[in-house]
Every structure is written in structure tokens, then in C-alpha cells.
């Protein structure tokens, strides 16, 4: 079984997000979504708020499991008998911070990871960006998928 965690912290989903996971589905036969939770961060959207906008988005694709965690990515694989982590790249400077983070996985662990390239479409979008057009009341709508509605 090819088993994918796709960690991150979603603060929020964003479209981005959304098509790495949908491509994803037709590589792994299971995606464990895993929102990671740092005390450090200070986060937009609350745990329960980010788990449920994912959760709501691939709710009627059952090869996706949403959980959260904390500590390394690698300990969670390992816990949910995952061989792959799933990441997504938008630009050079994504590859250069995501190659630093995959060598040292495989090193500690031996578990590989998989990079997929956004969709030209979607490339532009994270969640920073999401969070700053939100902040100022803009329309981020075109941004994330439909399940991420908020008061403005």
C-alpha cells in the first residue's frame, strides 16, 4: 500500500494545497492530510478550523484521512506506517528550503519524498497570502477551496 502524509499547517487550505492533494490521489492509495501544531505559531484559524475546512473540501474522497499532530513529520510516517511524504513546490526558493527538509528526513528515517509542481494556475497562492488579503477585507474567495468561508 502507497501511503502519503502530507503535512502542513493550512492556516488556511488554500488551492495550491488543494491540487497537490487531488494529483496526489492517483500516485498514493492513501493521503493522511496532517495539520501540524507548533506552540510557537501564531496561528488565523483555529485546529478545529482548519481540520474542518479540510475535512469539508475532501469529504467525499475516501483515500484522504485528516489528523493533526506535533513533533516531526517523520515520527508521525513511522506511527501511521506511511513510506511517503507528499509536498508541494511553487517556486525555486519552496525547492531549496523543501530539499533541505527531504535530505534530512531520509537521512533520519529513510522515507522518501514526493514533490509535485502546483498548477501554473495556483502557483502564486499561500496561505500568507490568503491570511493578508483576509486581514485587509479583501476578496479571497478565488483563493481557497470553497469550504474555507469566513466572516470578514
Same mark, same amino acid.
Given at each position: 500500500?502507497?501511503?502519503?502524509?502530507?503535512?502542513?499547517?493550512?492556516?488556511?487550505?488554500?488551492?495550491?494545497?488543494?491540487?497537490?492533494?487531488?494529483?496526489?490521489?492517483?500516485?498514493?492509495?492513501?493521503?493522511?492530510?496532517?495539520?501540524?501544531?507548533?506552540?510557537?505559531?501564531?496561528?488565523?484559524?483555529?485546529?478545529?478550523?482548519?481540520?474542518?475546512?479540510?475535512?469539508?473540501?475532501?469529504?467525499?474522497?475516501?483515500?484522504?484521512?485528516?489528523?493533526? *499532530? !506535533?513533533? %516531526?513529520?517523520? $515520527?508521525?510516517?513511522?506511527? /501511521? +506506517?506511511?513510506?511517503?511524504?507528499?509536498?508541494?513546490?511553487?517556486?525555486?526558493?519552496?525547492?531549496?528550503?523543501?530539499?533541505?527538509?527531504?535530505?534530512?528526513?531520509?537521512?533520519?528515517?529513510?522515507?522518501?519524498?514526493?514533490?509535485?509542481?502546483?498548477?501554473?494556475?495556483?502557483?502564486?497562492?499561500?496561505?500568507?497570502?490568503?491570511?493578508?488579503?483576509?486581514?485587509?477585507?479583501?476578496? *479571497? !474567495?478565488? %483563493?481557497?477551496? $470553497?469550504?474555507?468561508?469566513? /466572516? +470578514?
Amino acid at each position: 500500500m502507497r501511503k502519503a502524509i502530507f503535512p502542513g499547517s493550512f492556516d488556511p487550505i488554500t488551492l495550491g494545497h488543494e491540487d497537490i492533494i487531488k494529483r496526489g490521489i492517483s500516485l498514493f492509495d492513501e493521503i493522511v492530510i496532517a495539520i501540524g501544531v507548533n506552540a510557537e505559531k501564531k496561528y488565523m484559524f483555529s485546529l478545529e478550523e482548519r481540520k474542518h475546512f479540510i475535512e469539508e473540501t475532501f469529504k467525499d474522497e475516501p483515500k484522504i484521512t485528516v489528523i493533526t *499532530y !506535533e513533533g %516531526l513529520t517523520i $515520527d508521525l510516517a513511522k506511527k /501511521q +506506517k506511511a513510506h511517503f511524504i507528499l509536498r508541494g513546490l511553487r517556486n525555486p526558493a519552496d525547492f531549496e528550503f523543501e530539499k533541505a527538509i527531504a535530505h534530512t528526513n531520509r537521512k533520519l528515517s529513510k522515507i522518501e519524498t514526493v514533490f509535485l509542481l502546483t498548477a501554473a494556475s495556483t502557483s502564486y497562492i499561500s496561505s500568507s497570502i490568503v491570511r493578508d488579503v483576509l486581514r485587509n477585507g479583501g476578496e *479571497y !474567495e478565488m %483563493l481557497v477551496p $470553497d469550504a474555507v468561508r469566513v /466572516q +470578514k
